[in-house]
C-alpha cells in the first residue's frame, strides 16, 4: 500500500521534471550574453539588467531596474559599508563594490541577487575603488592611511598596501586608463596627480600643482587623456597621459564632483553639487552644455550606461528633491527623467561595468596608439630609464631636448619591436659632457607619423 502510494505521486512528478529540466537548461544557454558574462566578455553588457544606488544618510544601498527605474527595498552597508563613497561595478558585470569610509572597509553586492557576498577590512577612510584591466586586481584608494589597498578578485583578500606621498590630505579617487593598464590618482582635495603600476606595486610619476582641488577622474578609452575634476577653480583639467601635462581646461558648473566619458570617447559628463546641475562636454566640438535639476538637488556621482546613451546621476537629498536619481540622454543633450532612491541621500551609483574598451570594442577595433611610458626614476641622477610601447614594429626616433626646444641627445634611430621597450640616459648630451640640472622633453617619433613626448628631470 505505501510502494503504490508513492509510485502513485513521485513517479508523475519525476517525468515532468525530466521534461522540465532539458527545457530551462535550453533557455539558459539561449539568453542573449549568458554565458558571455559568466566569462567576463564584452558581451557582459547584455546581462546587467540592474544598477545600485548607495546613499551616505541611511548607510544603505538599493538596487534598481535599468529599464524600468523600479528600485527595491534598500539594505545596510553597515558596518564595513558606512558612509558609501564610490561604487564601481566589475569588468565582468557580476559585481559591485563599495567602500565606506566611515566604515575603514568595503561590501562586495552580487548584481544578480543584490546581495552582499563579501566584506572587507582595509585601510583607513576609503574612497575609491577601480579595478585591473583583466579584472584580476581592485585598488582601493584610502584617504587617511594614504594607501591603495590591492585587493585580490578571486580571493578578496588584501595582497599589500601601497603608500601615496602626498603632500595633503591623504589618497583620492582612482581611475583605470584601459590602454596601458596602468592607475591614475589624485591627492584627496590637493593639487597631486600620480601614476601607479598596473599591479599596484609602485607610484610610476609624481606631478605637482596640477590645479587646485582635485576630485574625481577618468581615462578616455583610447588612453590619449584623463580628464580630471578640479572642486576649487570649476574647471575639467585634460591632462596628456604620456607627458603627464595639462594641455586643455574646461570651465562647468560650481564645485565639479563625478565625472564620466562615453564609450567611443566623444562626450564627458560632469556632476555639479552647488550649481545643482550637469554638464555635458562635447570633446568633438567643445561644447559645454547645461543640464539643469531641480533646485534643492545636489549632483554627486555620474556613471553612463553606453548600450542606452544614458548617464545617471545622484542628486543627494533635499527637501524639495526628495532623494532622486537623474537620468540624461545624451542623444539630445537634455534630462530624460528622474526617479527615487529608497535610501537616503543618493551619493554614488553603478550601472556598468567600469572599462570603456570592454564596451564599446574600442581597443579591439582600433590599433593601440604609441605609449611613451614613463621613465624611472623620475627626477633621477645619474641614469633614467624610458620605457616606450609599439603597436607594431617601426623605426624610432627618441631624443632629448632642452625647454627651448634643442636636441641634447638622440638617444636612438633604429627598429625596434612591438612591445615595451627600453632605452636608457646617463644625462649626458652628444658630447659626453654632463648635462645641467632641469627639467628636459623627451620625444619619440616613428615612421608611421605618431609622436609622444615625456618630461624629465635631471637633479645635480
Same mark, same amino acid.
Given at each position: 500500500m505505501v510502494r503504490r502510494d508513492w509510485n502513485h505521486h513521485i513517479l508523475p512528478f519525476l517525468l515532468l521534471l525530466l521534461l522540465v529540466l532539458p527545457l530551462a537548461a535550453a533557455a539558459a544557454d539561449a539568453r542573449p550574453g549568458a554565458e558571455d558574462a559568466r566569462n567576463g566578455s564584452p558581451a557582459a553588457l =547584455? &546581462?546587467? =539588467?540592474? @544598477?545600485?544606488? &548607495?546613499?551616505?544618510? %541611511?548607510? %544603505?544601498? &538599493?538596487?534598481? =531596474? $535599468? &529599464? %524600468?527605474?523600479?528600485v527595491e527595498p534598500a539594505l545596510s552597508l553597515l558596518p564595513e559599508g558606512n558612509y558609501p563613497y564610490d561604487a564601481t561595478m566589475n569588468p565582468a558585470g557580476t559585481e559591485i563594490w563599495i567602500p565606506g569610509a566611515s566604515g575603514d572597509g568595503l561590501v562586495v553586492v552580487d548584481l544578480a541577487s543584490g546581495l552582499i557576498t563579501h566584506r572587507i577590512t582595509a585601510g583607513d577612510y576609503p574612497i575609491s575603488i577601480a579595478f585591473s584591466g583583466d579584472g584580476d586586481l581592485a585598488l582601493m584608494a584610502c584617504r587617511d592611511s594614504e594607501t591603495i589597498e590591492v585587493i585580490d578578485t578571486a580571493t578578496y583578500a588584501v595582497l599589500h598596501s601601497l603608500p601615496v606621498p602626498t603632500t595633503y590630505l591623504g589618497a583620492g579617487n582612482i581611475a583605470l586608463d584601459p590602454i596601458s593598464g596602468r592607475f591614475y590618482a589624485v591627492d584627496w582635495y590637493g593639487d597631486d596627480f600620480y601614476e601607479i603600476a598596473p599591479d599596484g606595486s609602485a607610484v610610476l610619476n609624481t606631478v605637482t600643482d596640477l590645479g587646485s582641488s582635485l576630485w574625481q577622474l577618468v581615462v578616455a578609452p583610447d588612453g590619449q587623456y584623463v580628464y580630471v575634476t578640479d572642486r576649487g577653480t570649476d574647471q575639467v583639467r585634460v591632462v596628456d597621459r604620456a607627458s603627464l601635462t595639462q594641455v586643455n581646461a574646461f570651465t562647468v558648473g560650481d564645485d565639479p564632483w563625478g565625472i564620466d566619458i562615453t564609450g567611443d570617447g566623444s562626450k564627458l559628463v560632469v556632476a555639479c553639487e552647488d550649481s545643482h546641475d550637469a554638464y555635458i562636454i562635447d570633446l568633438g566640438t567643445s561644447a559645454v552644455i547645461p543640464v539643469a535639476f531641480d533646485a534643492g538637488a545636489a549632483p554627486r556621482d555620474v556613471d553612463i550606461l553606453d548600450g542606452e546613451n544614458l548617464a545617471f546621476v545622484v542628486g543627494g537629498h533635499s527637501t524639495t528633491a526628495g532623494d532622486p536619481v537623474y537620468v540624461i540622454d545624451l542623444a539630445t543633450? @537634455? $534630462? $530624460?527623467? %528622474?526617479?527615487?532612491a529608497t535610501c537616503t541621500n543618493t551619493n554614488t551609483i553603478a550601472v556598468q561595468p567600469q572599462m570603456h574598451e570592454d564596451l564599446s570594442g574600442v581597443a579591439a577595433t582600433t590599433p593601440r596608439p604609441l605609449l611613451l611610458l614613463a621613465a624611472h626614476p623620475n627626477p633621477f641622477n645619474p641614469v633614467t630609464r624610458i620605457e616606450f610601447s609599439l603597436a607594431q614594429d617601426a623605426t624610432v626616433d627618441l631624443a632629448v631636448y632642452d625647454l627651448q626646444g634643442r636636441r641634447v641627445r638622440l638617444l636612438t634611430h633604429e627598429r625596434r619591436p612591438e612591445g615595451v621597450n627600453m632605452v636608457l640616459w646617463d644625462g649626458r648630451d652628444e658630447a659626453g659632457r654632463a648635462a645641467g640640472s632641469g627639467v628636459y622633453l623627451v620625444r619619440l617619433i616613428t615612421d608611421r607619423g605618431e609622436s609622444a613626448g615625456l618630461k624629465v628631470a635631471l637633479l645635480k
Open positions: =547584455d &546581462a546587467v =539588467d540592474h @544598477g545600485i544606488v &548607495a546613499c551616505s544618510t %541611511s548607510e %544603505s544601498y &538599493a538596487r534598481f =531596474d $535599468l &529599464a %524600468s527605474y523600479m543633450n @537634455g $534630462l $530624460l527623467t %528622474s526617479f527615487q
